[in-house]
């Protein structure tokens, strides 16, 4: 049970987000276009304070094994903070004078070298490729990781890859991209990866959710992993999936047809699973489906998970878990929702409803609480995750 000081704002999320979601549906019935479009000036001015409030920190303030230092440079990347900006260079300077170091903060340095320029930064981008293979766990998870030995790049070739998809029709969602403008130059040569040594026995789902960000950033960088790495990763997601001992609705198949709604917890079989495992192990499966080819809209261990997003949906909190780590749940929602492009789960636009409680929970002075929750939030206002190239399609199943 909650405190009782909680209830009363918990009460005030939620009609937050229910008379949202129901003004977006009939604003847009009045208008006769879609639903869920947000208030793009208001979206775009709380990033810009949330990613001010970010400015003023050291480098050197944060470190260790947790995300801080890379996630700071994220959030400012998407956020447009240009790379001249102090405070961004300040931080892009210490980021480039260490050695990847761990799984969370060298997945999030290729996401932010990918973003800032993949061809400048590849070989740097093949360093974070680098580590995350030689520390895949054996049985196709990440834990937090240790230095691994750097080679020399081999080229694996000279072949255009693919620059990015295509900006949406408009009128068909919002998406939020980068404010500058500057198109991804197009990468024009391959690195192959091959891996030296095998990490530990076994990692953890957060660790290994980021490692499948890391992969996507180092592979649209044009990275070449050797595909045991992909497929063993894709193989843990699919075996440790959960059959939920406490399903919505009674343990029925879920409304709507499609495979029966599972999840995913912190480790594995044997746990209950969980809002920010379950979103962020459905965008990482999409990934690793994304990366070997496959079609993950036929996938039905992804739309199992889909599934149970949709049955056990919430905005305000993080499902099964409160309000514990409910930013760090709402980023893995938002990526789950564009990788597996769909803009709603069930009857739920996540998008209109997670910014309206993101909204009203920005403090005076621009931040949501710690500097993680801010980044956190910043990127879901921003949508900062890119839609897969093989994902635009007109179709919306959910």
Known sequence: MRPPREEPRMIARLALAVLLAGASAATAQEKGRAPGRVDEVRINAAIKKG??????????????????????????VHAGVPEKDAAFA?????????????TYRTALRAMVLEEVER???????????QFLVDNQGQNG???YGEPTVLPAPTPAGRKEVATGPPPP??????VFSDPSGKPKPPVVQRIAERKQRDGPPCGDNSNSQYAALGLRACHDAGIVFPKEVVSRAAQWWREC???DSNPAGGGRVATGGGPRPRGWGYRGQGEEPYGSMTAGAVGALVICDYILGTDWKKDDNVNAGVNWIRDNYSVIENPRRGRGHHYYYLYALERAGILYDTESFGRHDWYAEGAAVLLEEQTAGGSWGSVVDTCFAILFLRRATRPLVESRDSKNPR
């Open 51 to 76: 990613a001010e409030s970010l400015k003023g920190r050291a480098w050197r303030e944060f470190g260790g094994r947790d995300m801080t230092c890379e996630l700071v440079l994220l959030a400012m």
């Open 90 to 102: 300040g931080f892009f300077k210490g980021m480039l004078e260490e050695r990847p170091e761990t």
């Open 119 to 129: 061809v400048k930064y590849q070989v740097k981008i093949f360093e974070c490729a």
């Open 141 to 143: 998870q990440w834990s």
């Open 169 to 174: 029709p408009a009128g068909t969602l919002v």
């Open 241 to 243: 999936q959960i059959n």
